[in-house]
């Protein structure tokens, strides 16, 4: 569905609640980016790659945004050959009970705090100007234009639709309309966790494929032997 498309399905999906004849009127695109950002949320489909710069001693970055930052995965890199190992502040605390008090040193674990769109390393960088590549999951795009679409298949955009509805119908479902605002929540976020779903399966396989790969996928290049990527 495009954008004016998800408005339209949002009207009529209001009309069908009993809420969409409201004092002031509704604003369908408003609702159709707030669907889309509450089905994105749940979903967690659209993947997000940015980079950061140390400064020595500073532990928390800011990533860049919009979109706004859901959450970070463990292919985050200090440099381009020191993994970053996800964790918490509970995890590290575990591991060293004065992990507050540590000297900067070079970064074993990353994670995203309570604060918008940030960061933490630990230890400390102790030294500056050293790229940390970030990989996770954001948001999706805001739309705009009314052929805009949202970055996941067709079948999922209902979501952000549903989405879109429950969040008017929040404010307005009485009675028997409770009902209807509760069936449009189960059904987007059925969708939302089966699109969850394949995104996982799909990481998985890629997995399974790159741990699979056969000694006859090799290409012979002059006198070396040399596996394909694939």
Same mark, same amino acid.
């Given at each position: 569905m495009?954008y &004016?498309e998800i408005?339209l399905?949002?009207?009529?999906?209001?009309t069908i609640g009993?809420?969409?004849?409201? =004092?002031?009127?509704?604003?369908?695109?408003?609702l159709?980016?707030?669907?889309l950002?509450?089905?994105?949320?749940?979903?967690?489909?659209?993947?997000g790659?940015?980079t950061?710069?140390?400064?020595?001693?500073?532990a928390e970055y800011?990533l860049d945004?919009?979109? @706004?930052? &859901?959450?970070?995965?463990d292919d985050c890199t200090?440099?381009?050959?020191?993994? &970053?190992?996800?964790?918490?502040e509970?995890?590290t605390r575990r591991?060293d009970r004065?992990?507050r008090?540590r000297a900067?040193d070079?970064?074993?674990n990353?994670?995203?705090?309570?604060?918008?769109?940030?960061v933490?390393?630990h230890p400390k960088?102790?030294?500056?100007d050293i790229t940390?590549?970030?990989?996770?999951?954001t948001?999706?795009?805001?739309?705009?234009? &009314? =052929? =805009?679409r949202?970055?996941?298949?067709?079948?999922?955009h209902?979501?952000?639709?549903l989405?879109?509805?429950?969040?008017h119908g929040d404010?307005y479902?009485r009675?028997?309309?409770?009902?209807?605002?509760?069936?449009y929540?189960?059904?987007?976020q059925?969708?939302?966790?089966k699109? @969850? =779903?394949?995104m996982?399966?799909?990481?998985a396989t890629?997995?399974?494929?790159?741990m699979?790969r056969?000694?006859q996928d090799?290409l012979?290049?002059?006198?070396?032997a040399r596996?394909?990527?694939?």
């Amino acid at each position: 569905m495009t954008y &004016l498309e998800i408005q339209l399905r949002i009207q009529r999906l209001c009309t069908i609640g009993g809420w969409a004849n409201v =004092d002031p009127p509704p604003d369908w695109g408003f609702l159709s980016n707030e669907g889309l950002r509450l089905f994105s949320t749940e979903a967690q489909y659209m993947p997000g790659e940015t980079t950061i710069t140390t400064v020595a001693n500073q532990a928390e970055y800011v990533l860049d945004s919009p979109p @706004n930052w &859901l959450s970070i995965t463990d292919d985050c890199t200090y440099g381009i050959d020191q993994q &970053l190992y996800l964790a918490d502040e509970n995890t590290t605390r575990r591991q060293d009970r004065m992990w507050r008090q540590r000297a900067a040193d070079t970064p074993r674990n990353i994670w995203m705090t309570n604060k918008l769109n940030t960061v933490r390393v630990h230890p400390k960088p102790s030294a500056a100007d050293i790229t940390v590549y970030i990989f996770g999951w954001t948001v999706d795009e805001h739309m705009t234009e &009314l =052929d =805009d679409r949202p970055n996941c298949r067709d079948i999922y955009h209902e979501g952000a639709a549903l989405f879109g509805a429950c969040h008017h119908g929040d404010l307005y479902a009485r009675g028997e309309e409770v009902g209807i605002l509760d069936r449009y929540r189960a059904k987007a976020q059925g969708l939302a966790n089966k699109l @969850n =779903d394949e995104m996982a399966n799909e990481g998985a396989t890629v997995f399974q494929m790159r741990m699979q790969r056969r000694p006859q996928d090799r290409l012979i290049l002059g006198r070396e032997a040399r596996y394909s990527q694939r």
